[in-house]
Structure formats: structure tokens, C-alpha cells
């Protein structure tokens, strides 16, 4: 089985969870907390940047893996990691440098969700 496109994406998603994880760590050490946030707001937010890429990729890319396996448009697959790597460094972009709403946290979580939904979908219509 040869699933290079699912490949492509997960290496790039992973280059990022790392980034993101160094962020953790710096921050970590800049305010000696090991363990929770400290109460520390920046903390809080590389953290839960962090976690929720850790929450949404692993379904993104079983979705993926799964539409490539089963033989879907190249191009389609193509969208789909585009739009959610796209998708989770905006999101985390906008959750490091805004406590509160931005566009980057909103346009991130739309193209997350819509990666979702298509992938989700393709992998339906796929039995048919």
C-alpha cells in the first residue's frame, strides 16, 4: 500500500506539532512551570494551541489515509491537507498571539471543520 499524499501531510503536520511543542517548552522554562499553566495567560495559550491541534489532526489524517487508500481524487486529497494544515497553523497562530477572538482562530477552526466534513463525506460516498 502507497499512500503518499496521506505521507506528505502527516510529515508537515508533524513538523509543526513539534514546533508547537517547543513553544510549550520554552514557555515552560521562561516561567518555571512544569506542570498545568501556572496561572500564566501566555502558557495557557501556547498550551491549549497545542492541545487542539493534538485534538483535530489524528482525525484529519485517518480520514485522509483512509480516502487515499480507497482511491479518492488525488486532487481532492490535495485540498484536504492543504486546508488543514493551512487550517491548524492559523488556528494556532491566532490562539498564541490572541487571548480573545481573532480571525486567524476563526478562519483556522472554519477550515479544520470543513477538512472534516469533506473528508468525512468523500470517505461515505467512496462505498458507492
Known amino acids: 500500500m502507497h499512500t503518499p499524499i496521506t505521507a506528505f501531510y502527516a510529515g508537515l503536520l508533524g513538523i509543526l506539532f513539534l514546533y508547537l511543542s517547543g513553544l510549550v517548552i520554552r514557555q515552560r522554562l521562561a516561567v518555571k512551570v512544569s506542570l498545568g499553566d501556572g496561572d500564566n495567560k501566555h502558557l495557557r495559550q501556547v498550551v491549549r494551541a497545542h492541545?487542539?491541534?493534538?485534538?483535530?489532526?489524528?482525525?484529519?489524517?485517518?480520514?485522509?489515509?483512509?480516502?487515499?487508500?480507497?482511491?479518492?481524487?488525488?486532487?481532492?486529497?490535495?485540498?484536504?491537507?492543504?486546508?488543514?494544515?493551512?487550517?491548524?497553523?492559523?488556528?494556532?497562530?491566532?490562539?498564541?498571539?490572541?487571548?480573545?477572538?481573532s480571525w486567524q482562530r476563526l478562519v483556522g477552526m472554519v477550515a479544520t471543520f470543513g477538512t472534516i466534513f469533506l473528508l468525512a463525506v468523500l470517505n461515505i460516498l467512496i462505498l458507492y
Do not use: C, K
Open 51 to 101: 492541545a487542539n491541534f493534538s485534538e483535530y489532526t489524528p482525525i484529519v489524517l485517518i480520514l485522509l489515509f483512509i480516502a487515499e487508500v480507497n482511491g479518492s481524487d488525488s486532487g481532492l486529497l490535495h485540498v484536504a491537507g492543504i486546508s488543514i494544515l493551512a487550517g491548524r497553523f492559523l488556528h494556532a497562530f491566532g490562539l498564541r498571539r490572541h487571548y480573545a477572538q
